[in-house]
């Protein structure tokens, strides 16, 4: 069974930092590209950071100097290193995995308010 598990969301101050981890089990990691997705109230789902199977990372340029993207292909994780964080950040963060299909996770809220 297919499991993308996150973890690490929650509320903190603007300038702030979080780090997201993504638990993959139920597929062959190594073959997927994982992605970090966001979606805030009322508006589209927005690809944040992305790494690829050869491990080659790409951002968005509203997270580019902020956010870092890393995978463990030993633990089949993928984390997401958050600082300088921006109210304009608050959405819900979604794990994914990307071959030819997509699988994804729950989400985890992530919330950036003083």
């Known amino acids: 069974q297919v499991r993308l598990e996150e973890s690490g969301g929650g509320l903190v101050q603007p300038g702030g930092s979080l780090r997201l981890s993504c638990k993959a089990s139920?597929?062959?990691?190594?073959?997927?590209?994982m992605n970090w997705y966001r979606q805030a109230p009322g508006k589209q789902r927005e690809l944040v950071a992305s790494?690829?199977?050869?491990?080659?990372?790409t951002y968005a340029d509203s997270v580019k100097g902020r956010f870092t993207i890393s995978r463990d292909n030993t633990k089949n994780t993928v984390e997401l290193q958050m600082n300088s964080l921006k109210p304009e950040d608050t959405a819900v963060y979604l794990c994914?995995?990307?071959?030819?299909?997509?699988?994804w996770g729950q989400g985890t809220q992530v919330t950036v308010s003083s």
């Open positions: 994914n995995a990307h071959r030819v299909g997509y699988y």
């Open positions: 139920g597929f062959l990691f190594t073959l997927y590209h």
């Open positions: 790494a690829t199977r050869e491990n080659t990372c």
